[in-house]
């Protein structure tokens, strides 16, 4: 059945809502005491009780307004959501990305919500658990920190670049992305890692840093962060013409974007486990 998909502005209101009401769950949650409740790809891979309990509320939330839209989570996947209907809308949730930090009571933690139809992000939002702060953007209607519209850095010089990076939990995948940093970091301002890559990718939103890269990024680290990237004029893609996703994600101001691209390409930013 080919369903069709509602405006945007409407998935927008229900993603800020659900997203609201999510940080407020880590947030209260984050204060009664936190602490791991499993491990995923690695010992340092951690998940809390809330980062599930914030998931299931999210799936709920979405559940009961949009019932016929599929969700996919961090945690729980696709959940018991259907697949995806020709004109549908699927939600991808990361219910608190930059779990080590959540873990560690450092206020750089977020909800990142993001709506998809016809596999393009539409909607994301943002809200950084700790401080409140929200990013939203909407495909073609700009990106947004609580009620400013935001425009990228207008840095053109690579060597003045302030970029942030992350890296993952595979020990053998980290000892290649610090192999690249450190040959990029002489060719570069500074070099930041912060620990949540939807906040990243805000901060370059706003040029709060100039560029953003990283490898192995999943779905709901990217979606809505990526889309607020891209509204505030960033360039978002992979390495060759390819879109960004698991290989690498690229997000740089347009005049950066060749540059640190030639560096990463010659770097093998994409390679390695
Ligand atoms: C992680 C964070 C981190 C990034 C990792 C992600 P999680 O997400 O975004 O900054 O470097 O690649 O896996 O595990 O905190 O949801």
Not at 80 to 93: H, K, L, S
Request: glycine fraction near 12%.
């Amino acid at each position: 059945m080919i369903r069709s998909a509602p405006p945007t502005q409407e998935l927008l209101e229900i993603a800020i809502d659900v997203a609201r009401d999510a940080a407020a769950t880590a947030h209260r949650m984050r204060a009664e005491g936190v602490s791991v409740a499993a491990t995923k790809s690695t010992v340092t891979d951690v998940v809390t009780a809330a980062d599930r309990a914030v998931e299931r509320q999210v799936l709920d939330a979405l559940r009961k307004l949009r019932p016929d839209d599929a969700v996919l989570g961090e945690e729980y996947g696709a959940g018991d959501t259907g697949p995806v209907e020709a004109g549908g809308v699927r939600w991808i949730v990361d219910p608190i990305d930059g779990t080590v930090n959540y873990l560690y009571g450092l206020p750089y933690c977020a909800v990142s919500l993001a709506a998809e139809v016809a596999g393009e992000v539409v909607v994301g939002v943002v809200r950084n658990v700790a401080t409140g702060e929200e990013w939203t953007a909407t495909a073609g209607g700009g990106a947004w920190r609580d009620g400013e519209r935001l425009r990228c850095s207008t840095e053109t010089d690579l060597g003045q670049a302030l970029v942030a990076t992350g890296f993952g939990y595979d020990p053998g995948r980290r000892a290649h992305q610090a192999r690249v940093v450190a040959e990029l970091i002489p060719h570069v301002r500074d070099i930041r890692r912060m620990g949540a890559a939807a906040l990243d990718l805000c901060l370059a939103a706003e040029g709060r840093v100039d560029a953003y890269y990283e490898k192995g990024l999943a779905a709901w680290d990217q979606a809505a962060g990526g889309l607020v990237a891209t509204e505030a004029g960033l360039r978002v893609a992979g390495l060759d013409g390819l879109p960004a996703g698991p290989d690498l994600v690229i997000a740089a101001p347009p005049a950066l974007f060749a540059p640190l691209h030639s560096r990463l390409a010659a770097l093998d930013a994409s390679g390695g486990p």
